[in-house]
Structures are given as structure tokens and as C-alpha cells.
């Protein structure tokens, strides 16, 4: 049951980015990633009770309080400061880019039941890919730097959801130590995002591709 409900936690955490892809509006993306973290962090708490690890309990509480409150904190005081509330996509349009996410989902689904593995779930497995990929999804069809960096926080939550699941676990302070990098990570994005707004009075990445020496 335990082991069940660690794949719920997995495949909702994969939804969650799924909606993050079909939306435009920075806010509620955040809101999404707020509520992915916080299954993963649940996802662990199972996990430690599945191996009897009480240093899971104390990842698990870490990541509710860095990755769950302070980073979508501070997003969202970027969002307020910089006044962008929305990104208007590239290419692909949000719909589309949803729908492509939840294909490759399954993709991930069927590939990895195909290979086999014996370390973890399958179902956890394939939701740690599909956020990888979704994430991937996010950086490449979003123009602001704020949803790049939502993007590149999706894909550190795949590849944590994989470690987590498909291998014994990581210590402590290792874990710690990652936690902490992507805080920093974070932190001087946001700092980025600010400085570019100041220069060229947008956020917008795809127009600083423009910008030649004269």
C-alpha cells in the first residue's frame, strides 16, 4: 500500500508539470511547482518509511521548507517586482506543448517497461523521466527567463524523483549540499532576470539573440 502510494505521489508530481506546460501564467506555474515539491517531499517521507531511513524524514522536511516555500517565495517576489504575470510561449503553443508532454509520458512509460530494471517502480521511473523531459519542454518553448528557470527547477525535481526512487538513496550531505546549490542556483537567476530587466527593459531571452556588436 506504502509502495502504492509512493507511485501516486510520482505520477501526480508528472501531472503537475504536465499542467505547468499548458499554462502561460507565471503564478499559477509556480503554484504547480509548489505542489509538485511538496509531493515529492511526501514521496521521500514514504520512502524512509518503506527503508527505515530517518535521514529521508530529514530530506523530506528540507525540501518542503527550500524547494516548497523559499524558492516559490521568491518567485513569486520576482514576478510582483519585474510586474511580467504571464509568458506569451514560442513556436509551440501552450496546448500543444501539454499535450506533447503527456505523450511523452507515455513514451517514458512504455520505454522503460520495455527495457526492465529491477532497483525501483516503473510507474516512478517514467515520472521521473516525463518531468525530466517536460522540463526540457518548458525551457525550450517558454521566452521568459522566468519560466526557464520554473523549467530547470522541473528537471532537478525529475532527476531527484529518479535517485530517490531507482537506487538505495543518497546521504545526507549530499543531498543537503544539492538542496542548497539549486537554492543558490536560483537565487542568482533571479538576480540575472533582474539585471536583464534593468538593461533592456524585458525578460524576454529570445531577443537577446538579437544583440550584435556594433
Given at each position: 500500500?506504502?509502495?502504492?502510494?509512493l507511485?501516486?505521489?510520482?505520477?501526480?508530481?508528472?501531472?503537475?508539470?504536465?499542467?505547468?506546460?499548458?499554462?502561460r501564467h507565471?503564478?499559477?506555474?509556480?503554484?504547480?511547482?509548489?505542489l509538485?515539491?511538496?509531493l515529492?517531499?511526501?514521496?521521500t517521507a514514504?520512502?524512509?518509511?518503506?527503508?527505515?531511513?530517518?535521514?529521508?524524514?530529514?530530506?523530506?522536511?528540507?525540501?518542503a521548507?527550500?524547494?516548497?516555500?523559499?524558492?516559490?517565495?521568491?518567485?513569486?517576489?520576482?514576478?510582483?517586482?519585474?510586474?511580467?504575470y504571464?509568458?506569451?510561449?514560442?513556436?509551440?503553443?501552450?496546448?500543444l506543448?501539454?499535450?506533447?508532454?503527456?505523450?511523452?509520458?507515455?513514451?517514458?512509460?512504455?520505454?522503460?517497461?520495455?527495457i526492465?530494471?529491477?532497483?525501483?517502480?516503473?510507474?516512478?521511473?517514467?515520472?521521473?523521466?516525463?518531468?525530466?523531459?517536460?522540463?526540457?519542454?518548458?525551457?525550450?518553448?517558454?521566452?521568459?527567463?522566468?519560466?526557464?528557470?520554473?523549467?530547470?527547477?522541473v528537471i532537478?525535481?525529475?532527476?531527484?524523483l529518479?535517485?530517490?526512487?531507482?537506487?538505495?538513496?543518497?546521504?545526507?550531505?549530499?543531498?543537503?549540499?544539492?538542496?542548497?546549490?539549486?537554492?543558490?542556483?536560483?537565487?542568482?537567476?533571479?538576480?540575472?532576470?533582474?539585471?536583464?530587466?534593468?538593461?533592456?527593459?524585458?525578460?524576454?531571452?529570445?531577443?537577446?539573440?538579437?544583440?550584435?556588436?556594433?
Amino acid at each position: 500500500m506504502t509502495a502504492t502510494m509512493l507511485d501516486c505521489c510520482a505520477i501526480a508530481a508528472a501531472l503537475c508539470a504536465t499542467f505547468m506546460a499548458g499554462s502561460r501564467h507565471l503564478k499559477r506555474n509556480i503554484l504547480f511547482y509548489t505542489l509538485q515539491t511538496i509531493l515529492l517531499a511526501f514521496a521521500t517521507a514514504i520512502r524512509g518509511s518503506l527503508q527505515s531511513e530517518e535521514q529521508l524524514y530529514l530530506i523530506a522536511i528540507a525540501i518542503a521548507l527550500l524547494k516548497a516555500i523559499s524558492i516559490p517565495l521568491f518567485l513569486r517576489w520576482i514576478v510582483r517586482k519585474l510586474c511580467i504575470y504571464s509568458d506569451p510561449g514560442i513556436m509551440i503553443a501552450p496546448p500543444l506543448v501539454m499535450h506533447l508532454s503527456l505523450i511523452l509520458f507515455a513514451c517514458s512509460y512504455f520505454e522503460i517497461a520495455s527495457i526492465g530494471h529491477s532497483k525501483g517502480s516503473s510507474m516512478a521511473a517514467s515520472a521521473s523521466a516525463s518531468l525530466l523531459l517536460t522540463g526540457l519542454l518548458l525551457m525550450l518553448t517558454r521566452r521568459t527567463a522566468l519560466s526557464q528557470i520554473i523549467g530547470f527547477l522541473v528537471i532537478e525535481n525529475g532527476i531527484y524523483l529518479f535517485a530517490m526512487t531507482q537506487t538505495t538513496g543518497m546521504p545526507l550531505i549530499v543531498e543537503m549540499g544539492i538542496l542548497l546549490d539549486v537554492l543558490a542556483g536560483v537565487m542568482i537567476a533571479g538576480l540575472v532576470a533582474f539585471r536583464i530587466q534593468k538593461s533592456f527593459e524585458h525578460i524576454d531571452v529570445t531577443q537577446l539573440a538579437e544583440l550584435k556588436d556594433e
